[in-house]
């Protein structure tokens, strides 16, 4: 357990990355997000096997960065396509008719389109 000072050492660092992040403009957000989801995806593709979930996780986050880091986000397409895959996956676990890459995919898209509509807004 951490003492009260250490959590509020790392309460404050924590508060100062969030601070951080809004001071960059979006692109740079963007492009910071694309790299970072390029070295996990590379990273767990390399280690193969229970790894292979973050892969399919994270593969399908990097044309969403890319497009957002070059300037061509489009915040009504994303909202619309947020939407169809939020629809997508209730439908799907309706039944728990839904297999596991399948699964990690449509989070990872859901994830990406969440968080490049929050930073956009």
Do not use: W
Request: hydrophobic share 35%; with cysteine; charged share 35%.
């Amino acid at each position: 357990i951490l003492s009260t000072h250490r959590r509020k050492e790392k309460m404050i660092k924590f508060s100062d990355l969030l601070v951080e992040s809004e001071k960059i403009g979006f692109d740079e957000f963007s492009a910071k997000r694309l790299k970072g989801a390029t070295k996990i995806t590379e990273d767990s593709k390399k280690k193969g096997g229970p790894a292979m979930l973050t892969y399919h996780h994270f593969v399908v986050k990097l044309p969403y960065y890319k497009k957002a880091s070059e300037g061509k986000f489009n915040l009504d397409e994303a909202k619309s396509e947020f939407k169809e895959n939020l629809d997508k996956l209730c439908k799907l676990t309706e039944n728990v008719d839904i297999q596991q890459v399948e699964f990690q995919k449509l989070v990872g898209k859901i994830e990406v389109l969440g968080e490049l509509i929050i930073k956009h807004s």
